[in-house]
């Protein structure tokens, strides 16, 4: 698909480095089966551009993403929904990101909530405003979040404390105590998450092509994460269906 046919996102190319932007921001920027779809289709068409070393994944200088579209969670939830359709959605988009073989950095302003919280956490690196704030509402309604990228960030108990119990505005984390539990990477002013981004983005890509591709792949190797997700995606299905009788 070419970049000026997308709807839901937005591409912009600094030399070796992409800004791809979220591009609902009335919604909250949620990510909804025809954004995952665009953002799949761009992280293909990035992938062999052999200019682009880099991207940037940013929501604009209010939020971040709200996460997956509520709507469609919840027609999947209470039986409306094509489950199988949003469960093989779900893991194109995700193997999608796991697989990427560039660096990935997350620009955070504002909101980055459930899926988007986990979309984060599944970068490379994480550039925050001193203003954003995480968190996983979503299990508050019946959905459940990534696990694993937490556990490999914070730790077993600290993951779980972060995936259960960060479900409404008052237990969302500040960026400030994601900077302390080493989520972020860097801590910025507001109006400074995307200038910071490419500032450190350019910084890595000085470095030969070759050995920040050795280092992304020890990166997966230290921690397989594709086995990681599909393991969790395999026990979340098994158990829904149990609940719900099938």
Known sequence: MS????????LE?????????????????????AMRSEIIAALGDLKSDNRIKAVIFYGGEEVFTAG????EVQAVIQGTGDIQKFVDS???????????????????????????F???????????????MFGHPEIGFGACPLFFPYMALVGRGKALELTLNTTTRDTFIS??????????NKLVEPGKVLDEAI???????????????????????????V????????????????????
């Open 3 to 10: 970049e000026n046919n997308f709807k839901f996102i937005k």
């Open 13 to 33: 190319k600094k030399g070796k480095v992409c800004i791809l932007q979220f591009n609902r921001p009335e919604k909250k920027n949620p990510l909804s089966s």
């Open 68 to 71: 997956f579209d509520r709507d």
């Open 90 to 116: 779900n893991n194109l988009f995700h193997h999608t990101i796991l697989e990427f073989p560039k660096l990935m950095i997350a620009a955070i302003n504002g909101y980055a909530l459930a899926g988007g």
């Open 118 to 132: 986990d979309l984060s956490v599944l970068c490379h690196l994480r550039i925050a405003s001193k203003t954003a």
């Open 175 to 184: 960026a400030e105590e994601a900077y302390r539990l080493n989520i972020i």
């Open 199 to 225: 500032k450190i983005a350019k910084q890595i890509l000085k470095s030969p092509s070759l050995a920040v591709s050795q280092l992304i792949d020890v990166n997966n190797v230290y921690f397989d994460r």
């Open 227 to 246: 086995k990681a997700f599909d393991t969790e995606i395999d026990t979340i299905l098994k158990s829904t269906r149990i609940f719900s009788g099938e």
